[in-house]
């Protein structure tokens, strides 16, 4: 018997009725991503060229330090980085024989002192025997005489006793002024001679900066209209700069010159061998807007960036002509006027009058002024 024609076609009908359905209903649009960019105000500054370097504090006045004897030294007192003022005793010579000198000095003194009462005893005696014609003139003259010469004796050895004092107090030596102990080259039980340089210091009262420059950058340190310096360990804090002396020749190791630049506003925070970042600047005639790398878009051969409209939050592309690229920015003079937003990350992932939303600005104006 033949299934009813219901049965037979019901399925099909069922599949019919699912198809048209879904015929008529339409697929709904996909939601459109709002890209958030990073951007940063165009601030058009004056173009500042500069170059940095690394120095060194050092103190513009040195001192060499020696005994104005020679001798063996007993004491020292003094090690590299400690600090003296005036009158500071530094180091001491073995005295003893200086001593006996010293001895041998005053009882030299004596002795003329001694002599010079004879002489003048006997003088006084034949002065008074020649106005009684008691004695010739010569032997008076011969009186005279011994009286002048232990007179002039008796001097020379005053001064000998005081030469030899004067050694026994060159034995220890002081500090002539308030500075810094920088090198040492002597120890105890070494023998030096009269003058030899035993120690180094340095005094703080002026100090500068070293730095070396290569001789195709000598040119911008002539030049230079500004020249800002920060310690290491205070680099949020500038000094100014200026340059003082420029090496006649290059060291012939690094065939570099030196260059020593003042501080002209040091405070308590400079310290001598201190590590700094010399900025040397020069003022250049155009006016730029500094941007970072990263907002820079290749367009063919063209340079450009993307322009943020607030009015409408959306972007447009705009060629830029660009002066000069640095580590992390490029300098930028036409294309962009003062106040413009730009985006500077995610340029590549842009296109014409795509609307985006805002994250955040960013602040990148360093070394433009």
């Not at 005489?145 to 107090?169: E, F, G, I, M, P």
Request: with cysteine; charged share 25%.
């Amino acid at each position: 018997m033949k299934p009813p024609i219901q049965t037979t076609f019901l399925p099909l009908i069922i599949l019919l009725t699912v198809l048209l359905f879904s015929a008529c209903t339409e697929d709904a649009p996909p939601e459109k991503v709002i890209r958030p960019v990073v951007t940063q105000k165009v601030d058009i500054r004056q173009n500042w060229q500069q170059s940095s370097y690394a120095g060194e504090v050092k103190a513009r006045y040195k001192m060499s330090l020696g005994f104005r004897i020679g001798g063996k030294i007993v004491e020292r007192f003094v090690e590299v980085g400690n600090v003296v003022v005036p009158g500071t005793l530094l180091a001491r010579l073995d005295p003893e024989d200086f001593k006996l000198q010293l001895m041998m000095a005053e009882a030299s003194l004596e002795e003329a002192e001694a002599e010079k009462k004879k002489a003048q005893q006997d003088f006084k005696r034949y002065k008074q025997l020649y106005k009684e014609k008691v004695v010739s003139a010569t032997e008076h003259l011969n009186y005279s005489n011994a009286q002048d010469v232990a007179k002039a004796r008796y001097t020379q050895a005053d001064a000998h006793l005081q030469v030899t004092r004067n050694q026994l107090d060159y034995t220890r030596l002081y500090a002539d002024k308030g500075g810094v102990v920088t090198a040492l080259d002597m120890e105890v039980g070494q023998v030096v001679v009269a003058g030899q340089t035993v120690i180094n210091m340095a005094l703080p009262e002026e100090k500068e900066v070293i730095i070396a420059v290569a001789e195709n950058r000598l040119n911008e340190i002539h030049k230079a209209d500004e020249i800002c310096i920060s310690l290491w360990v205070v680099p949020d804090k500038y000094y100014q700069g200026k340059v003082r002396e420029i090496s006649p020749g290059a060291d012939p190791a690094t065939r570099t010159y030196q260059v020593k630049l003042s501080l002209l506003d040091a405070d308590e925070r400079v310290q001598l061998g201190m590590t700094t970042t010399v900025i040397i600047q020069q003022k250049q005639q155009q006016l730029v807007a500094k941007l970072p790398l990263t907002s820079v878009f290749q367009k063919g051969s063209q340079a450009a960036v993307w322009i943020y409209s607030p009015e409408t939050s959306t972007v447009q592309l705009q060629s830029i002509e660009i002066t000069a690229y640095q580590f992390d920015a490029v300098l930028i003079h036409s294309g962009l006027q003062q106040g413009q937003i730009v985006v500077v990350a995610g340029v590549h992932k842009l296109h014409e009058g795509q609307k985006v939303r805002l994250m955040q600005q960013e602040k990148f104006t360093e070394g433009v002024k």
